[in-house]
């Protein structure tokens, strides 16, 4: 299992329109074959700062995902809504023993 964490900083002029397109892509992505949640959220502390938490069955799911026209319709006006290039991070779960 893998999620990815995308965090995007959104020009405050443009957060209405990146939530917009949100809502089709995050609609589509959830039932892409893999996907196990897909989830866009907002930082209490900065409006301009939202974060996509992203959990996949594996690695091979992410493939068609960034070919989805869903996924590539949303990334169109994303360009034109963020004020800085995205941070996304692919991270798994740390194998750690609860005692």
Same mark, same amino acid.
């Given at each position: 299992m893998i999620y990815v964490v995308a965090?995007?900083? $959104?020009?405050p002029e443009a957060r209405a329109e990146l939530i917009a397109a949100?809502?089709?892509c995050i609609a589509g992505t959830r039932k892409e074959p893999g996907n196990i949640a897909y989830d866009l959220h907002e930082s209490v502390t900065?409006?301009?700062k939202m974060v996509f938490v992203?959990?996949?069955?594996? /690695?091979?799911?992410?493939e068609p995902h960034?070919?989805?026209?869903?996924?590539?319709a949303f990334g169109? $006006?994303? /360009?034109?809504c963020l004020s800085a290039p995205?941070?996304?991070e692919v991270i798994t779960p740390a194998d750690v023993t609860v005692r």
């Open positions: 965090t995007l900083t $959104v020009k949100a809502q089709a900065d409006p301009t992203e959990q996949w069955e594996n /690695a091979e799911a992410l960034r070919k989805a026209d869903h996924f590539k169109r $006006v994303a /360009a034109n995205p941070k996304i």
